[in-house]
């Protein structure tokens, strides 16, 4: 499968914003975005043209595809799947994107990152409803449970992760036993419940064209 390797914080530079993809590093001094807000490239910034209405959602879909960390052809099967889906289809996709297993495990604190998550994943930490998942792509739903495996709850890593979660971070869509270290999907995740600046109409027209 394809794989990003290069620098994940030109990501961020080329979107303009933070997109939170290397975790705590992005809240410290030594973010790059925070060094360097603009695009990588020529550093002659001043003449860069006017996006037109194709650059504006060519960008968005861009940007929602990193911070889910997604590649094209995954992403459009997405955007299909929620077409077919009842309700606003932009509304509908940022739902399928956050119902992802390795974002649920990033939300729920697990991981800083859903880069970090998503590796977590797929070693196998985690377990669904008494079966262990190592799919990233799994879609959750409301009642079901998210696991840490007991051999994982064992490790250095996932006993230092329990004394730092804060149940204020966690969205209220899901629920959390820190001490034992069970997730829970509550609910489906609305519009609402995603924290970035997203226009998804920009997404809808840009596949719609």
């Known amino acids: 499968m394809a794989r990003y390797t290069d620098s994940v914080c030109k990501l961020c530079r080329r979107e303009g914003e933070k997109l939170f993809l290397k975790g705590n590093r992005c809240y410290s001094s030594k973010c790059a975005f925070e060094r360097r807000p603009y695009p990588p490239g020529p550093t002659n910034r001043q003449f860069r043209q006017k996006e037109s209405d194709y650059g504006n959602q060519l960008r968005e879909k861009q940007k929602v595809r990193r911070i889910y960390g997604i590649f094209e052809k995954q992403f459009r099967r997405y955007f299909q799947k929620a077409v077919r889906m ?5 509304s509908n996709l940022l739902t399928l994107l956050e119902s992802r297993l390795d974002n649920v495990v990033y939300r729920l604190g697990y991981a800083d990152s859903r880069t970090q998550a998503r590796q977590l994943v797929r070693h196998g930490h985690f ?3 008494n079966r262990k998942t190592d799919i990233p792509s799994f879609l959750v739903k409301p009642g ?3 696991i840490v495996s007991d051999k994982s ?31 829970k999907v509550l609910a489906v995740p609305t519009r609402e ?3 970035f600046t997203i226009n998804e109409q920009l997404i809808v027209e840009f596949y719609s064209r």
């Not at 009842?86 to 932009?90: A, D, F, I, S």
């Not at 064992?154 to 979660?165: G, L």
């Open 127 to 129: 377990v669904i409803n």
């Open 153 to 183: 709850k064992n490790s250095a890593f996932f006993k230092d992760r329990a004394k730092t979660i804060s149940d204020s971070k966690i969205p209220g869509w899901l629920d959390l036993d820190v001490n034992n270290l069970n997730g």
């Open 193 to 195: 419940d995603i924290d």
């Open 144 to 146: 079901d449970e998210i």
């Open 86 to 90: 009842k309700g606003v289809t932009g």
